[in-house]
């Protein structure tokens, strides 16, 4: 393994976030303010625990709120402004990251978000 940072765990991405939401530009900017802003006060802990440099893996494990049908590629849209905020926290620059292996585990009420950022090897 590699350095493993502690997991942030979020609630689930609000609706507006999602690509297909059809809304005012302004709520979706208001929605994407405060995803980014919640999951930088969630990490602002962990700052400093990612090492400087070297490529980056990121785990999300989506746990939906209902049986809804998903697209993981909608919810990692979704989770956009989260992910900025979690490397805005953690001070690492996302470009960095270039594996993201995603686990969909069965539906439990509300939901929720688990990020892990680890540097294999170095």
């Given at each position: ?15 507006n976030l999602s690509p297909n939401a059809r809304l005012h530009w302004r709520a ?95």
């Amino acid at each position: 393994g590699g350095a493993l940072m502690p997991t942030i765990t979020m609630p689930w991405p609000d609706s507006n976030l999602s690509p297909n939401a059809r809304l005012h530009w302004r709520a979706k900017a208001d929605a994407v303010q405060a995803a980014r802003q919640e999951a930088r006060m969630t990490a602002l802990a962990w700052r400093g625990t990612v090492p400087d440099d070297g490529p980056l893996t990121l785990t999300i494990t989506l746990t939906p709120p209902d049986k809804r049908k998903r697209d993981a590629d909608n919810v990692l849209a979704s989770l956009k402004p989260s992910l900025d905020g979690l490397a805005d926290a953690v001070g690492y620059d996302d470009s960095r990251i270039n594996t993201i292996i995603i686990h969909l585990l069965p539906p439990v009420a509300p939901g929720a978000v688990r990020l892990e950022v680890e540097q294999i090897g170095g």
